[in-house]
T-cell receptor, first 113, second 114 residues
Framework: DTEVTQTPKHLVMGMTNKKSLKCEQH?????MYWYKQKAKKPPELMFV???????INESVPSRFSPECPNSSLLNLHLHALQPEDSALYLC????????????FGAGTRLSVL | QQQVKQSPQSLIVQKGGISIINCAYE??????FPWYQQFPGKGPALLIA?????SEKKEGRFTISFNKSAKQFSLHIMDSQPGDSATYFC?????????????FGKGTLLTVNP
């Protein structure tokens, strides 16, 4: 089983809203990732959590706030987003000994109005 | 030095033909080279991957060829089917330490005509 589950599948929010994206995996992976993907572009890394600790923040604006409550869950809290933040947000996970073998979820399609 | 260059940007192949997508990298520290397949509205799915100690890896109709001296690797899809129509991304990464990043190519949109 290589399933990474993301909810919701679609999200529409206004620029003053607060919302959260959720990611879950039960593969025993201890590294979890958030990516942003614009249309016809490759995924861009945003954050990496390793053993529930933030390992990488790719200079992402503070209106995106990640959280890793436990080894199976990863959240991305959204606040005061801009229309240009509209994109597909992807979660991925990997085993500690195989960091580059990343398995992606189906993503959340976010539209900011 | 972190770039992975992917070509072509788009590719149209007839059903039953061979699809070939090429990637080139610069950073010789890369030691893991996966290919991802992405359908519209879905996340990328790991298709096949190779490490530089082998020159070729085959899984079903999909084959990766790796040329370490030229710093190039390619994906061959044999007997291409309409269901293979998707965007393909090559990537490169470094194992060991805290190297979590994958460097992606810009993607190839493959269309297989029936």
């Amino acid at each position: 089983d290589t399933e990474v589950t993301q909810t919701p599948k679609h999200l529409v929010m206004g620029m003053t809203n607060k919302k959260s994206l959720k990611c879950e995996q039960h593969m025993g992976h201890r590294a979890m990732y958030w990516y942003k993907q614009k249309a016809k572009k490759p995924p861009e890394l945003m954050f990496v959590y390793s053993y529930e600790k933030l390992s990488i923040n790719e200079s992402v604006p503070s209106r995106f706030s990640p959280e890793c409550p436990n080894s199976s869950l990863l959240n991305l809290h959204l606040h005061a987003l801009q229309p240009e933040d509209s994109a597909l947000y992807l979660c991925a996970s990997s085993l500690p000994g195989a960091k580059n073998i990343q398995y992606f979820g189906a993503g959340t399609r976010l539209s900011v109005l | 030095q972190q770039q992975v260059k992917q070509s072509p940007q788009s590719l149209i192949v007839q059903k039953g033909g061979i699809s070939i997508i090429n990637c080139a990298y610069e950073n010789t520290a890369f030691d893991y080279f996966p290919w991802y397949q992405q359908f519209p509205g879905k996340g990328p799915a790991l298709l096949i991957a190779i490490r530089p100690d082998v020159s070729e890896k085959k899984e079903g109709r999909f084959t990766i060829s790796f040329n370490k001296s030229a710093k190039q690797f390619s994906l061959h899809i044999m007997d291409s089917q309409p269901g293979d129509s998707a965007t393909y991304f090559c990537a490169a990464g470094r194992s060991g330490g805290s190297n979590y990043k994958l460097t992606f190519g810009k993607g190839t949109l493959l269309t297989v005509n029936p």
